[in-house]
């Protein structure tokens, strides 16, 4: 009989400790798990948080990046200073979505020299993109292509602008007109070391590379003349022969013509316009 109490005694006090046990267990597990789940909580927002710093950064970088294009742009041209922040900076990214038409600082410039040796006075920067037409960078394969390539003289990027937004209208399903390298800031050498083949001219703001449109209507640069759209293209040609290119230099391996057009190696996919070095003589 004792010996049963003693059993049941021990039993009892184990249970009591194993309840005691699996209290004690339980309660911090639960605060545990609360705290975890607060924890989570905490993290979730933290993640928020930093999702929301991301953004912040992010905008944050795309102003930075903004700046330093402006900056750059600064440093490359004085008087672009003003335009390049607002453009970039200052203004709201929604109502940068939103315009459509491409804003240009106009200024009157001056190509000083001669293509192939020669600077640029005063340039005009080709926008990014516009309705009509979108930048492609030759060295990287990708739109839009670098600030720092897509400088001309005023009268260049009138045409660039005049000429695609009239075939733009003409044809309207085609692909948008890609267009390449035009000069660089204050124009001078564009030679292979700004990427493979490089430019002999495009030095003094009056020549432009715009590719031909392709016929599956992928806006990227043809790889094949086989992938060329030759109405299109001959097309494109006839716009920039009537709008008085001086030159307009296209791929031996492509049927085209018109006045002012001449074979040239390397430009299967893309022609090369050039103006005249003076202004209002452009097809003389
Ligand atoms: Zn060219």
Not at 154 to 162: G, I, N, S
Not at 181 to 205: A, C, E, I, K, T
């Amino acid at each position: 009989m004792r010996r049963l109490l003693a059993v049941t005694a021990l039993v009892a006090v184990a249970v009591a400790l194993a309840a005691i046990a699996r209290g004690v267990h339980d309660e911090p597990r639960l605060g545990g798990a609360e705290t975890r789940g607060g924890g989570a909580e905490t993290r979730g927002g933290g993640a928020e948080a930093r999702g929301g710093g991301a953004e912040t950064r992010g905008s944050r970088a795309e102003e930075r990046s903004g700046g330093t294009r402006a900056g750059a742009e600064t440093l490359g041209d004085g008087e672009t200073r003003q335009g390049g922040a607002k453009t970039h900076g200052a203004w709201p990214r929604r109502a940068r979505r939103r315009a459509a038409t491409p804003r240009v600082l106009w200024r009157s410039s001056r190509a000083v020299g001669t293509h192939s040796h020669g600077r640029l006075v005063r340039g005009v920067k080709l926008p990014v993109r516009g309705a009509h037409f979108l930048t492609w960078d030759p060295v990287r394969k990708v739109t839009p292509n670098r600030w720092w390539r897509r400088y001309g003289t005023d009268e260049l990027v009138r045409l660039l602008l005049r000429v695609t937004r009239a075939y733009g209208r003409t044809h309207p399903r085609a692909p948008r007109v890609l267009i390449g390298d035009l000069s660089r800031p204050h124009g001078g050498d564009f030679g292979r070391r700004f990427g493979p083949l490089g430019h002999v001219s495009h030095q003094n703001g009056l020549d432009a590379d715009v590719y031909f449109p392709r016929k599956d209507g992928e806006e990227r640069a043809p790889r094949s003349p086989a992938q060329v759209d030759l109405r299109l293209a001959q097309d494109l040609v006839d716009r920039f022969a009537a709008a008085g290119a001086l030159t307009i230099l296209v791929g031996p391996s492509l049927p085209l013509r018109g006045r002012g057009v001449q074979p040239w190696p390397h430009h299967d996919d893309h022609l090369h316009v050039r103006l005249s070095a003076q202004p209002g003589q452009g097809g003389a």
